[in-house]
């Protein structure tokens, strides 16, 4: 990993009229680290990944990725600058075919216009074949090459949020958000996401994994930051964070005590 962050924020603030749900957060990833991001509920886990991927202005703060303050900019320009995300509440589109709900994640990296569209021309043609191919390679590299043309809502639940893995994976991210990647899972389909986690890792492929399943986090992420009414409240590896008192007074509990 190289000294300069690829996501350096600072300060990150961000307020809902007198509340502060981010207050002064600081936050700064290496180039292909996998960095967990835990808290109790309502410590602004999420907010934090609005913030960092534009759906939501900060009030205060600066966002630098690779080298560009995007603090402020709009969702498109941060993801084509190689940032893309998924979301704790799953958002596909049902009635799509699961190789065309991956494809909406390419689509950014098109050039055809409308008009290209409509008239049928090569280029056309030839990016729509590009979309379709990489879509079905991001499907086989989470594992669900199986059925590409089935309606997204025919997939199980655990295979949803694998879909929108593959969806941020298609265009070729330099940074992952993941935000509760493994809720509704099962054992076997969160051991297969580790997997997902570790080959993604192995693509040089950063990523932010917000995750309440203790398990998965401590065997995934190279460190750990902890959020606790909006602040920061400690970040280390897996063992740092497992032994910091606060922490397991704030958030981690039984967990830390048991040494799970």
């Not at 996401?193 to 570790?198: C, D, E, T, V």
Request: glycine letters at 10%; hydrophobic letters at 45%; proline letters at 5%.
């Amino acid at each position: 990993m190289g000294d300069e962050p690829v996501l350096l924020a600072q300060g990150v603030t961000k307020r809902f009229g007198g509340l502060a749900a981010l207050d002064a957060i600081s936050l700064a990833i290496a180039p292909g680290e996998v960095r967990g991001l835990i808290g109790p509920n309502g410590a602004g886990k999420t907010t934090l990944v609005n913030v960092l991927s534009g759906v939501l202005r900060p009030t205060a703060g600066s966002i630098r990725f690779a080298g560009h303050e995007v603090a402020g900019s709009a969702p498109h320009r941060i993801a084509r600058l190689g940032v893309r995300r998924t979301f704790q509440t799953l958002r596909l589109f049902p009635e799509m075919s699961v190789v065309e709900n991956v494809a909406v994640g390419y689509h950014a990296h098109t050039r055809a216009e409308a008009w290209d569209a409509l008239l049928g021309t090569r280029r056309a043609a030839r990016e729509e074949n590009e979309t379709l191919t990489r879509a079905r390679e991001a499907l086989a590299f989470v594992g669900l090459q199986a059925g590409p043309d089935l309606p997204a809502r025919a997939l199980a639940y655990g295979q949803q949020r694998l879909l929108e893995i593959a969806r941020a994976l298609v265009a070729g991210p330099k940074l992952m958000l993941l935000d509760e990647p493994a809720a509704g899972m099962n054992p076997a389909e969160c051991d297969h996401l580790l997997g997902l986690i570790r080959r993604l890792h192995r693509q040089n492929i950063t990523l932010l994994v917000i995750e309440h399943r203790m398990d998965l986090i401590m065997e995934a992420c190279d460190r750990i930051t902890v959020l606790n009414y909006g602040q920061n409240l400690a970040e280390g590896t897996p063992g740092e964070i497992q032994a910091n008192p606060a922490v397991v007074e704030a958030y981690l509990g039984t967990y830390a005590r048991a040494g799970a």
